[in-house]
């Protein structure tokens, strides 16, 4: 699945750090311009502060804990997703430095969260962007992450599985709200979502590459799970 075509090596260092970023970049242009259309400017939905900060890892943890346990449920479906990343991700990562991911789940936090969580969902929600308990913020919250959902289309299970990851990063910038004062007072603090998703794909990321070395060192193959999810 990963042989080099034509000259393109997917598992080579470079080449696929230049595709990660082209496409984190391009998810972050789409944003920006949706934004600029719509009259919404996400940058003004980030507020830093070293509670923001300390909010957004503390929010990695309960995604921490779901991926471990997805990682080590053998059910049909999750099996079949983590063969699947292992196939697709694992041996590029290997050949990527520890730095090289954590630019890249950087990306992913700061571009996806600007997208989704900075311009669609407040979109979505008009005059109900700071009040969560409003049916126009959860007509948002869900269709945003319908949205974000079909941006990961690995499998059904995974997409669905991304959909409520996006859920709880649409209402965990909540716990620290941009303050009086501010244009956008009482939305979420875009800073907490963005910390938590760049976080956790780091360590996501390391768990697939420390994974897939380990199946290379030992001589093991991906299994190639083909049962439908």
């Given at each position: 699945m990963?042989?080099?075509?034509?000259g393109?090596d997917?598992n080579?260092r470079?080449?696929f750090?230049?595709a990660?970023?082209?496409?984190?970049?391009?998810v972050?242009l789409?944003?920006?311009?949706l934004?600029?259309?719509?009259?919404?400017?996400p940058?003004r939905l980030?507020?830093l502060?070293p509670?923001?900060?300390?909010?957004g890892?503390?929010?990695t943890g309960?995604?921490?804990?779901?991926?471990?346990v997805?990682y080590?449920v053998?059910?049909t479906p999750?099996?079949?997703?983590?063969?699947?990343?292992l196939e697709m991700?694992?041996r590029?990562?290997?050949?990527c430095r520890?730095?090289?991911?954590?630019?890249?789940?950087v990306l992913?936090?700061?571009?996806?969260?600007?997208?989704?969580r900075?311009v669609i969902q407040?979109?979505m929600a008009g005059?109900?962007?700071a009040?969560?308990?409003?049916?126009?913020?959860?007509?948002?919250?869900?269709?945003?992450n319908?949205l974000?959902?079909?941006?990961?289309?690995?499998?059904?299970?995974?997409a669905?599985?991304v959909?409520?990851v996006?859920?709880?990063?649409?209402?965990?910038?909540l716990v620290?709200?941009l303050?009086?004062?501010?244009?956008?007072?009482?939305q979420a603090?875009l800073?907490?979502?963005?910390v938590?998703h760049a976080?956790y794909d780091?360590?996501?990321?390391?768990?697939i590459?420390?994974?897939?070395?380990r199946?290379?060192q030992s001589g093991?193959?991906?299994t190639?799970?083909?049962?439908?999810d």
């Amino acid at each position: 699945m990963n042989d080099p075509v034509e000259g393109f090596d997917w598992n080579n260092r470079g080449t696929f750090l230049r595709a990660g970023i082209v496409v984190e970049l391009l998810v972050l242009l789409v944003g920006l311009g949706l934004g600029w259309l719509s009259g919404i400017n996400p940058w003004r939905l980030c507020h830093l502060t070293p509670a923001a900060l300390a909010w957004g890892l503390a929010a990695t943890g309960p995604l921490v804990l779901a991926f471990g346990v997805t990682y080590s449920v053998q059910w049909t479906p999750l099996r079949r997703i983590r063969e699947l990343l292992l196939e697709m991700l694992g041996r590029p990562m290997v050949a990527c430095r520890w730095y090289d991911l954590a630019v890249l789940a950087v990306l992913a936090g700061v571009c996806e969260e600007v997208l989704f969580r900075g311009v669609i969902q407040p979109w979505m929600a008009g005059g109900d962007a700071a009040y969560p308990l409003t049916t126009g913020f959860g007509v948002a919250l869900i269709g945003s992450n319908l949205l974000f959902a079909l941006l990961h289309p690995v499998t059904r299970t995974y997409a669905i599985l991304v959909g409520l990851v996006g859920v709880y990063l649409g209402v965990v910038g909540l716990v620290d709200p941009l303050p009086v004062g501010t244009r956008q007072a009482g939305q979420a603090n875009l800073v907490v979502p963005i910390v938590a998703h760049a976080v956790y794909d780091f360590l996501a990321f390391l768990v697939i590459a420390r994974e897939s070395r380990r199946r290379m060192q030992s001589g093991s193959v991906v299994t190639g799970i083909v049962e439908s999810d």
